[in-house]
């Protein structure tokens, strides 16, 4: 059964329209609060952690709203990265934990992803169950007025968030004479991950720190390189780190201005875990993971499985098959020894605690050569439009066209109005045309 309400990563949309507005909000929150009570727990409590969005403002009071109302002590955190919220909601013992966020989406979307009292996100199969309570009658899930839920707001979780991830490091570990440069895309991170990366003494030129509610992803972040890339070269830096709006994900520059994705990181973990005896399994991408890296993994000896687009189906195959590391070419990277999802920070401070002894990024990244790979994002009303038969017919001719010299990939995409088509091939002329040739088809 398709979701009604839950895509690829939690809940998203455009502001005050379809379901991202205040009266869904509250729905969405009394539904999750039935559903996650644990009547064996004195006290039911939820967290709510945000981005910058002005919106957040709008859309939390509803969702606080609805959890009160289904009997659960609501702590708002204020802005802070996916997985701090995800990391407090198993440190603080919650029910349940709420990430009010787009994403790497612009301001004009919100969202909601949730996470279990385990901190991982949620099944589909969870989900489901909580639509079913979304459209069910309110009536049934409104609490007493004796048990309704407080609300109290704590202003240090960024501070706790930091001090969960130090301990994932030695005690001595330092960045004393790295310049580092760290683009916050005017997000969640914008606090934790200047302050974390200053307190190991690193020096710390910080970009997209100044978020007004409308700015978050605005030509910067991990989706626009290029303010990363200039930046490093401008100050010298030995490494730029830029994460999306919620800072679950990052894709870096090494000191030559290079810019380094997501699968050229895992592919740099993966060989760095494997020669320290700590690489469980072998490594989880996904369907968008280029073949360049499979073929990495493959000369390696290490293990390579694809999932579904979407970090919660990596985690979900990284738990399957007992792997500890997994991850997307967009950046989300789960180090499944230290996290239950993406966490961009905690992937840089990895790769940093690499650099730590004067070695360059660019010799550490130098790692596999990836398989050309052209990505096109068509806007569409309606995404079902990839099953009709004109659509179906190109996406034949194309793969036939392609067979042997590379792959093609076609998708809906689960946070944006948009189909993607990937190709990956060495030869460009021909992924051109095979690209163009399903472009044309859903364009018509």
Same mark, same amino acid.
């Given at each position: 059964?398709?979701? &009604?309400?839950?895509?690829?990563?939690? #809940?998203?949309?455009?502001? *005050? !329209?379809?379901?991202? %507005? +205040?009266? $869904?909000? =509250?729905?969405?929150?009394?539904?999750?609060?039935?559903?996650?009570?644990?009547?064996?727990?004195?006290?039911?409590?939820?967290?709510?952690?945000?981005?910058?969005?002005?919106?957040?403002?709008?859309?939390?009071?509803?969702?606080?709203?609805?959890?009160?109302?289904?009997?659960?002590?609501?702590?708002?955190?204020?802005?802070?990265?996916?997985?701090?919220?995800?990391?407090?909601?198993?440190?603080? &013992?919650?029910?349940?934990?709420?990430? #009010?966020?787009?994403?790497? *989406? !612009?301001?004009?979307? %919100? +969202?909601? $992803?949730? =996470?279990?009292?385990?901190?991982?996100?949620?099944?589909?199969?969870?989900?489901?169950?909580?639509?079913?309570?979304?459209?069910?009658?309110?009536?049934?899930?409104?609490?007493?007025?004796?048990?309704?839920?407080?609300?109290?707001?704590?202003?240090?979780?960024?501070?706790?968030?930091?001090?969960?991830?130090?301990?994932?490091?030695?005690?001595?570990?330092?960045?004393?004479?790295?310049?580092?440069?760290?683009?916050?895309?005017?997000?969640?991170?914008?606090?934790?991950?200047?302050?974390?990366?200053?307190?190991?003494?690193?020096?710390?030129?910080?970009?997209?720190?100044?978020?007004?509610?409308?700015?978050?992803?605005?030509?910067?972040?991990?989706?626009?390189?290029?303010?990363?890339?200039?930046?490093?070269?401008?100050?010298?830096?030995?490494?730029?780190?830029?994460?999306?709006?919620?800072?679950?994900?990052?894709?870096?520059?090494?000191?030559?201005?290079?810019?380094?994705?997501?699968?050229?990181?895992?592919?740099?973990?993966?060989?760095?875990?494997?020669?320290?005896?700590?690489?469980?399994?072998?490594?989880?991408?996904?369907?968008?993971?280029?073949?360049?890296?499979?073929?990495?993994?493959?000369?390696?000896?290490?293990?390579?499985?694809?999932?579904?687009?979407?970090?919660?189906?990596?985690?979900?195959?990284?738990?399957?098959?007992?792997?500890?590391?997994?991850?997307?070419?967009?950046?989300?990277?789960?180090?499944?020894?230290?996290?239950?999802?993406?966490?961009?920070?905690?992937?840089?401070?990895?790769?940093?605690?690499?650099?730590?002894?004067?070695?360059?990024?660019?010799?550490?990244?130098?790692?596999?050569?990836?398989?050309?790979?052209?990505?096109?994002?068509?806007?569409?009303?309606?995404?079902?439009?990839?099953?009709?038969?004109?659509?179906?017919?190109?996406?034949?001719?194309?793969?036939?066209?392609?067979?042997?010299?590379?792959?093609?990939?076609?998708?809906?995409?689960?946070?944006?109005?948009?189909?993607?088509?990937?190709?990956?091939?060495?030869?460009?002329?021909?992924?051109?045309?095979?690209?163009?040739?399903?472009?044309?088809?859903?364009?018509?």
């Amino acid at each position: 059964m398709k979701k &009604k309400y839950f895509g690829t990563d939690g #809940i998203r949309g455009t502001v *005050n !329209q379809g379901n991202i %507005n +205040g009266e $869904k909000f =509250f729905k969405f929150g009394l539904a999750a609060g039935t559903y996650f009570k644990n009547l064996n727990k004195r006290k039911q409590t939820a967290i709510i952690a945000k981005d910058t969005r002005l919106s957040g403002y709008t859309l939390e009071p509803a969702l606080v709203s609805g959890l009160a109302s289904a009997g659960m002590h609501v702590t708002t955190l204020g802005p802070l990265p996916t997985n701090g919220l995800a990391m407090l909601t198993k440190s603080m &013992k919650a029910n349940m934990g709420i990430m #009010i966020t787009a994403s790497h *989406n !612009q301001y004009f979307d %919100n +969202g909601l $992803k949730l =996470f279990g009292p385990d901190g991982l996100k949620l099944s589909d199969k969870i989900e489901k169950k909580i639509e079913k309570l979304i459209d069910s009658k309110i009536t049934k899930q409104l609490s007493a007025p004796k048990i309704l839920g407080r609300v109290k707001r704590i202003e240090d979780a960024n501070e706790k968030y930091i001090n969960i991830l130090r301990k994932n490091f030695p005690k001595n570990f330092n960045l004393r004479g790295l310049r580092i440069v760290v683009d916050c895309a005017n997000g969640a991170g914008y606090k934790s991950a200047p302050k974390l990366l200053k307190e190991l003494g690193a020096k710390v030129i910080s970009v997209g720190v100044k978020p007004n509610g409308l700015n978050i992803n605005q030509k910067c972040g991990s989706t626009f390189p290029k303010k990363i890339k200039s930046y490093v070269k401008k100050y010298n830096a030995k490494l730029g780190i830029s994460l999306d709006g919620d800072a679950d994900r990052l894709i870096m520059c090494d000191e030559n201005g290079h810019i380094i994705d997501g699968d050229q990181i895992i592919a740099m973990l993966a060989l760095r875990w494997k020669k320290k005896k700590i690489l469980k399994g072998g490594v989880v991408g996904t369907l968008m993971s280029n073949y360049g890296l499979e073929k990495f993994l493959k000369m390696q000896k290490i293990r390579f499985i694809r999932a579904d687009v979407g970090d919660r189906y990596v985690k979900e195959a990284m738990k399957k098959n007992n792997f500890n590391l997994g991850g997307e070419q967009s950046g989300h990277i789960i180090l499944g020894n230290f996290a239950t999802t993406g966490d961009g920070l905690l992937v840089a401070m990895e790769v940093l605690f690499s650099l730590r002894k004067g070695k360059k990024a660019s010799k550490i990244f130098d790692v596999y050569k990836s398989v050309p790979q052209l990505l096109e994002n068509i806007i569409v009303k309606d995404k079902s439009i990839i099953s009709s038969s004109r659509c179906k017919q190109a996406m034949k001719k194309a793969n036939k066209l392609i067979k042997d010299n590379g792959r093609l990939l076609v998708r809906k995409s689960g946070t944006e109005p948009k189909i993607r088509i990937m190709g990956e091939s060495y030869d460009k002329n021909l992924l051109i045309k095979c690209i163009k040739i399903i472009k044309d088809a859903i364009k018509q």
